[in-house]
Each structure stands twice: as structure tokens, then as C-alpha cells.
């Protein structure tokens, strides 16, 4: 299984399925098999949120998703693909991509306010977080416009409209 689910709040015990289904189409796209891959994903409450945005990003409150690539993937080109993750010559975390932590207060509460399906909300943050771990970004604006294209065509793969 692609994704190693922690669940810290029980509203999230369907979470499994959903996380897979969309981590595994987003590692279909840019041609990897989930197979060969792990995310460790912790499925948790806003206050948990919290406290690991400020501690990794300094900024205290909750947000919906965030993550840890293992390796930086990061293209240095603006609007280029980054590289495809290495893969681990020995070792426990052969294969590992990162950690992915996901809120469920602020997911509830966006897919309300913006008339989203949750479970559409919530597969696209994961594909989103997924895609961070792989090298994608948003800050410079090719950056994000790749990989808000890759979102959209990954999401239409899963039968879920453009959340843009």
C-alpha cells in the first residue's frame, strides 16, 4: 500500500482508500508505480495542524495540508518538471517519499465554504501534498501554473472537476 495512514482523529477512518486512490493516480502521471513508493500520511485535527505550522513554517495556526519531501526534488528552472525521485540503493526508506500531514477541521470547513464535495476536497489535497513531495511547487507563478495543470488533469482522471 502507497500510503501509511496514521489516523490521530478518528473522522478520518475513511481516509485510506481516498489517500491511495490519489496518491497513486498522481505517481501514474508523472510515470512512477505505487508499488514502489511510501508516503507516510498523518490524518489529524486542526490543533495538531497547528502546532507542526509553526514549528516547521513559524507561522501559528492551522492550514489544510502540509508536507515533508524526503529528497528535494525541486526544479531549479521556473516552470520546469522537476527530476523523478532517486531510488534508494539500500535501506529501510528505500522508496520513501515524505510526510504528508492533513487537517480535518479545515478541510470540512473549506469544502463547506467553497461548495465542494468533501472527499473531492480532500483527494485534491492529497494529490497536492503528493505532488510537493515529488519536486512541485506554487511559489514562483510557472511553478504554479504546472503544477495546477497537473492537479486539474490528475483530478479529471479521478472523475473530480477542476477545483480551480
Not at 485535527?45 to 507561522?59: H, S, V
Not at 503528493?130 to 512541485?136: A, I
Request: proline letters at 5%; a negative charge; one cysteine or more.
Amino acid at each position: 500500500m502507497l500510503v501509511d495512514l496514521i489516523i490521530e482523529d478518528t473522522r478520518w477512518d475513511a481516509l485510506g482508500t481516498l489517500a491511495n486512490t490519489a496518491a497513486t493516480a498522481t505517481l501514474a502521471q508523472i510515470g512512477l508505480s505505487s508499488a514502489d513508493h511510501e508516503i507516510a500520511l498523518l490524518a489529524c485535527d486542526d490543533a495538531r495542524i497547528a502546532t507542526l505550522n509553526t514549528e516547521f513554517r513559524g507561522k501559528p495556526m492551522p492550514t489544510n495540508v502540509l508536507s515533508w519531501p524526503e529528497q528535494d526534488l525541486a526544479a531549479s528552472d521556473a516552470g520546469s518538471t522537476p527530476p523523478l525521485p532517486e531510488a534508494g540503493s539500500q535501506g529501510p526508506d528505500e522508496g520513501f517519499l515524505g510526510d504528508i500531514a492533513i487537517a480535518y477541521d479545515t478541510c470540512a470547513r473549506e469544502a463547506a465554504e467553497q461548495g465542494k464535495d468533501f472527499d473531492a476536497h480532500v483527494s485534491h489535497l492529497v494529490v497536492h501534498a503528493t505532488l510537493h513531495l515529488l519536486g512541485y511547487d506554487h511559489i514562483r507563478d510557472q511553478d504554479a501554473t504546472l503544477m495546477e495543470a497537473l492537479e486539474v488533469e490528475i483530478l479529471g482522471k479521478l472523475g473530480i472537476a477542476d477545483p480551480y
